[in-house]
């Protein structure tokens, strides 16, 4: 008998402690329970880390597709982007011969029209229709409205005055109006954002 489990005691040690590079059971129970607690703190940690993701109505406001086609030579439209007012003005040959007459040097916050549009549309000026002095909307967009000294925006809040490139050349808006990322998806359609 002692024989018998001498020989049992033997063969439950192969069992445990095989050749080398066979697992042995305790490797798989090790492997499964490892497996099993990253499987669970995945399940756990995907939602909270999916709850972090901006909403559906977020990412819709990200960007903001226009139809130009309608917008006349001299007209200007007010549209929303990111629940701002933004100004798209197609400019006519005069106003944009009155933009690239005046120097570059004489002016607060130096760009081109070139620089402000895009190429092949320079005719179609987009830019935020916020005062970069304190935040305040601009005249100019609608019919009728007050354009300023130099035909392009004036913010009645303390006399900014915007040129038809929407470049500041008087008051105390320290910067240009903001030209956002833009770009022609067709010849009439723009994508901001």
Request: with cysteine.
């Amino acid at each position: 008998m002692a024989d018998n489990a001498a020989t049992t005691a033997a063969n439950t040690d192969t069992q445990v402690e095989t050749a080398a590079g066979e697992f042995r059971r305790r490797d798989f129970i090790n492997v499964a329970a490892i497996s099993a607690a990253g499987v669970g703190g995945a399940a756990v940690l995907l939602p909270l880390i999916s709850q972090m993701a901006p909403s559906k109505d977020v990412l819709a406001e990200s960007t903001t597709e226009l139809d130009v086609s309608a917008i006349e030579p001299g007209q200007a439209i007010k549209a929303v982007f990111r629940k701002q007012p933004l100004f798209v003005r197609r400019l006519t040959p005069e106003e944009i011969a009155a933009a690239d007459a005046v120097p570059i040097g004489d002016l607060r916050d130096p760009q081109t029209l070139a620089e402000r549009t895009k190429e092949g549309h320079t005719d179609m000026l987009i830019t935020m229709g916020v005062c970069t002095h304190l935040g305040c909307v601009p005249l100019g967009a609608a019919e009728g409205e007050n354009k300023g000294e130099f035909g392009g925006y004036f913010c009645p809040c303390h006399g900014s005055h915007y040129d038809t490139a929407a470049r500041i050349r008087k008051g105390p808006a320290p910067t240009n109006l903001v030209v956002p990322d833009y770009e022609f998806t067709t010849d009439t359609t723009v994508v901001v954002g």
